[in-house]
């Protein structure tokens, strides 16, 4: 019998693992439904440190009706010169539900990085993160097979030691090492009492408008995976697999162990 | 007794570490360091950071200064005209100061200062004046760069005599604005009084003649048309207005 303290092979989810699964899954929905209202308020992406109305947009996305309002007065420069920047007044009442966006999207960040963060310890001392997740030493052989696999709609149960697939396992590593470090800290840099504390925020995703597009498109890749990751635990066993990460039931494969 | 061989057993050690930790807490309730968070738990949730902010973070740090090859296009929002009473937070007595291009305005400063009084253009150009290429950062998600020209204003509050009991600094602006910031943000460096942008003075849009700078929050906390600052050694509470007091994010 398989119990939840064993190295490999076992399909039943720990506890810890469970826990910080539901309530990191409920932190990044309310994430990505706040992240959405924020966007709709300013629907423009750029680079650099700055980036406004008046200034051209890297991206504008229609999704609110501030979306190209073009509702300012006439514009005036600050110098003589021509190429000088300018202000104008704006006039049109824009959508802006940010007073309770944000307030719960810093709230909801909160607790998913707190809960990120005891995941990633207990994950490091436990073994789960060298066991389970990282991909160990793949071969762009293996890779491939498992990317091929996949594209025929042939889920193999690998035999990489873990409970999770090759492909599974690179996924998993660069969401949980890298997506969520990167939204975490492009995040950060758009806080102008943090990034005065921590000056280099600035300086590694160059300027805090460029940190809001990186922001965005990490934001895109998690929503994206989140997608695809309910595809998958549906088209693997919808059933065997939610009672693995609820009840921590043991799975009909586990009882053949 | 049975375990009297021990000096201290694992349940008065348990029991000490909890009373402790209650007198912590309680410590916290009787000396409030945030504003009410009314029951919301958003307004919990912004209390959080900003302690998490003032513990984590020294909060005399320089928010990041630039060239003025920097200088950007700038939206005027919010309030842009209080003086004319066709537009949202318009005030019959700026329109009078307006008339008079603000020769008789005044910033009065009271509250817990020894010398309440008030401060003309003219008073405020005579202090030293600091000059800083700063980001302006909205809530909406849009920044711009702009020069600004001012008093620091801890040097005005040290001038008028500002009580060492004093906790918040609450702005009052000609357009209905009430709002407050703490000492650690009164006292930074670059938290001026500014009266000029890129150069001139301050134009109407962006809140003549004077307006708050506070480079460590969020654009809304600089507000613009500012009439009266008055120093209390409690919080001011003037209601949820559904938006966070502390914005440092």
């Known amino acids: ?257 | 007794m049975k375990n009297n061989k021990y000096l201290i057993t694992r349940r008065t050690a348990i029991a000490t570490g909890l009373s402790s930790l209650g007198a912590m807490i309680l410590y916290g309730c009787t000396r409030p360091t945030s504003p009410p968070t009314y029951g919301n738990i958003l307004r919990m949730g912004d209390a959080f950071t900003y302690n998490a902010h003032r513990s984590l973070f020294s909060g005399r740090a320089l928010a990041k200064e630039y060239s003025r090859r920097d200088i950007s296009s700038f939206p005027a929002t919010g309030t842009t005209n209080p003086g004319d009473s066709s537009r949202a937070g318009f005030s019959e007595l700026y329109a009078q100061l307006q008339k008079k291009d603000f020769a008789d305005w005044k910033l009065s400063v009271e509250g817990k200062v020894n010398n309440p009084g008030s401060y003309s253009l003219n008073d405020l150009y005579k202090f030293p004046s600091r000059t800083q290429i700063t980001r302006h950062t909205c809530e909406e998600g849009w920044t711009a760069i702009a020069e600004w020209t001012g008093v620091p204003l801890g040097n005005v509050l040290r001038h008028a005599g500002i009580h060492t009991n004093a906790r918040f600094v609450n702005f009052y602006a000609y357009d209905g604005w009430i709002d407050s910031i703490d000492m650690l943000d009164t006292f930074h460096p670059q938290t001026i009084l500014a009266y000029g942008m890129n150069g001139k003075n301050l134009p109407l849009q962006h809140g003549a003649p004077l307006r708050a700078r506070i480079e460590t929050q969020i654009g809304y906390k600089s507000m613009k048309y500012l009439q009266k600052i008055v120093v209390t050694d409690e919080f001011f509470d003037t209601g949820d207005s559904g938006w966070a007091w502390y914005v440092g994010m």
């Open chain 1, 1 to 257: 019998m398989a119990n939840s303290q064993s190295s490999s092979g076992s399909k039943k989810h720990n506890l810890w693992v469970r826990v910080t699964h539901w309530v990191g899954t409920a932190a990044f929905l309310l994430l990505v439904t706040t992240g959405f209202e924020i966007l709709m308020v300013h629907p423009r992406l750029y680079w650099g440190e700055v980036g406004n109305d008046l200034t051209p947009a890297f991206l504008e996305l229609p999704v609110s009706r501030n979306y190209k309002h073009g509702g300012y007065e006439k514009r005036i420069a600050f110098f003589a010169d021509k190429n000088s920047p300018v202000s104008a007044v704006r006039t049109y009442e824009i959508f802006n539900e940010n007073g309770w966006g944000r307030s719960l999207h810093f709230l909801s960040a909160w607790i998913l990085v707190v809960t990120g963060l005891f995941y990633l310890i207990a994950a490091i001392f436990s073994g789960h993160l060298h066991r389970q997740l990282l991909p160990g030493n793949i071969s762009s052989k293996s890779f491939f097979n498992d990317v091929k696999d996949h594209l025929v709609k042939r889920i193999p149960q690998r035999m990489t030691g873990s409970k999770y697939g090759l492909l599974q396992k690179t996924t998993y590593s660069v969401v949980l090492l890298f997506l969520f470090p990167v939204i975490v800290l492009t995040g950060l840099t758009m806080s102008p009492a943090i990034t005065a504390a921590c000056p280099f925020l600035l300086k590694i995703f160059f300027g805090l408008q460029s940190a809001r597009t990186i922001h965005f498109f990490a934001a895109f890749l998690l929503v994206l995976f989140l997608l695809i990751h309910v595809v998958m635990v549906i088209r693997t066993g919808f059933r065997k697999n939610m009672l693995a990460m609820t009840i921590g039931n043991k799975t009909p494969s586990d009882e053949k162990q």
